[in-house]
């Protein structure tokens, strides 16, 4: 699956780096959101707030996806950034309710299935690992629900859900490469290939695009804007092969073409899941936003909020 921040509300964190100033407060009893008959206090929230932003690796990725707008100096998170993340614990908490109104019973996929989706969030293990370890137990238990979720609407989707999956990729080809700059780079690694090495690993470790991160990835083939002799292979290459190196403008490509329906549909009701708040009645502490239940989404504050004089902004994202 691809990076879980790519869906996540479209629940970019990384992408939350600028606009209004949130200063985190100290606090233990008001209350940050109520969902589902279940209430997450301010405490809680701001205390994760305040894990995201000491993590020092994540600022960097933070930094280098928001350019010159993001920032690493001592100041304080965004209100895009609190606000995505609060929509995200939303969600948790509604699939937490959903998992034990209906009885569902955690299996050990779905604990495995967690830890893989916090690093999606993330999109490193090196930032998974720079917070401290009872915090990355605490992603992977809140996520425990939305994995199980994933779960049982996998063992028997709707026919809703199969043919939106189609219409989203109606051949079912769906194109990943490698790009690198000399034929012998792409000659070395098709050897590593063919010798039994992971595609999506080698494009991650080696390719020179942005598709690198996830794990060579184009998406859908159908309608793809691909130069040529590029379009050409990805388009009549069988499925499931990879490519000898194809040169182009930019350098030389392995490609890949796979039937990811499966991974698809995986990804489409991960979406829904993570959008369980959807028309739900949720009650928010204005501090971090307006809930928006049309869209089910929270509208970050305009105005700066201020914390009393007794707290101590933490370093800033944004």
């Given at each position: 699956?691809?990076?879980?921040?790519?869906?996540?509300?479209?629940?970019?964190?990384?992408?939350?780096?600028?606009?209004?100033?949130?200063?985190?407060?100290?606090?233990?009893?008001?209350?940050?959101?109520?969902?589902?008959?279940?209430?997450?206090?301010?405490?809680?929230?701001?205390?994760?707030?305040?894990?995201?932003?000491?993590?020092?690796?994540?600022?960097?990725?933070?930094?280098?996806?928001?350019?010159?707008?993001?920032?690493?100096?001592?100041?304080?998170?965004?209100?895009?950034?609190?606000?995505?993340?609060?929509?995200?614990?939303?969600?948790?908490?509604?699939?937490?309710?959903?998992?034990?109104?209906?009885?569902?019973?955690?299996?050990?996929?779905?604990i495995a299935v967690a830890q893989e989706l916090v690093l999606q969030i993330f999109g490193s293990p090196e930032i998974v690992a720079a917070?401290?370890?009872?915090?990355?137990?605490?992603?992977?238990?809140?996520?425990?629900?939305?994995?199980?979720?994933?779960?049982?609407?996998?063992?028997?989707?709707?026919?809703?859900?199969?043919?939106?999956?189609?219409?989203?990729?109606?051949?079912?080809?769906?194109?990943?490469?490698?790009?690198?700059?000399?034929?012998?780079?792409?000659?070395?690694?098709?050897?590593?290939?063919?010798?039994?090495?992971?595609?999506?690993?080698?494009?991650?470790?080696?390719?020179?695009?942005?598709?690198?991160?996830?794990?060579?990835?184009?998406?859908?083939?159908?309608?793809?804007?691909?130069?040529?002799?590029?379009?050409?292979?990805?388009?009549?290459?069988?499925?499931?092969?990879?490519?000898?190196?194809?040169?182009?403008?930019?350098?030389?490509?392995?490609?890949?073409?796979?039937?990811?329906?499966?991974?698809?549909?995986?990804?489409?009701?991960?979406?829904?899941?993570?959008?369980?708040?959807?028309?739900?009645?949720?009650?928010?502490?204005?501090?971090?936003?307006?809930?928006?239940?049309?869209?089910?989404?929270?509208?970050?504050?305009?105005?700066?909020?201020?914390?009393?004089?007794?707290?101590?902004?933490?370093?800033?994202?944004?």
């Open positions: 699956m691809k990076r879980l921040l790519a869906i996540l509300l479209g629940v970019v964190l990384v992408a939350a780096v600028v606009g209004a100033v949130f200063l985190v407060r100290s606090s233990d009893g008001p209350t940050a959101f109520t969902a589902s008959g279940v209430s997450v206090s301010q405490a809680t929230i701001d205390g994760e707030l305040q894990t995201l932003d000491e993590n020092k690796e994540l600022k960097k990725l933070l930094a280098q996806s928001g350019g010159a707008s993001a920032s690493t100096s001592p100041g304080s998170l965004s209100s895009e950034f609190a606000s995505s993340w609060v929509s995200l614990r939303i969600n948790q908490v509604i699939a937490a309710q959903t998992v034990k109104n209906q009885g569902i019973t955690i299996t050990s996929e779905d917070f401290p370890k009872d915090f990355q137990e605490e992603l992977v238990s809140n996520l425990v629900p939305v994995a199980a979720l994933i779960r049982v609407i996998r063992e028997s989707p709707s026919p809703t859900l199969v043919s939106e999956v189609k219409a989203q990729c109606p051949s079912g080809r769906y194109v990943s490469h490698i790009l690198v700059g000399t034929q012998e780079e792409a000659a070395t690694l098709l050897a590593q290939i063919n010798a039994g090495a992971d595609f999506a690993t080698l494009a991650q470790q080696n390719s020179t695009d942005g598709s690198a991160a996830q794990g060579g990835g184009l998406g859908c083939g159908d309608g793809a804007q691909f130069v040529e002799p590029f379009a050409t292979v990805a388009a009549t290459q069988a499925v499931g092969t990879v490519s000898n190196p194809v040169q182009t403008e930019f350098g030389f490509h392995l490609i890949k073409v796979t039937d990811n329906s499966d991974a698809a549909l995986t990804q489409l009701i991960l979406e829904k899941v993570l959008s369980g708040s959807l028309g739900t009645k949720v009650s928010l502490d204005p501090r971090y936003g307006t809930f928006d239940s049309r869209t089910g989404t929270i509208i970050p504050p305009k105005a700066l909020i201020g914390a009393p004089s007794s707290s101590v902004p933490l370093p800033a994202i944004g």
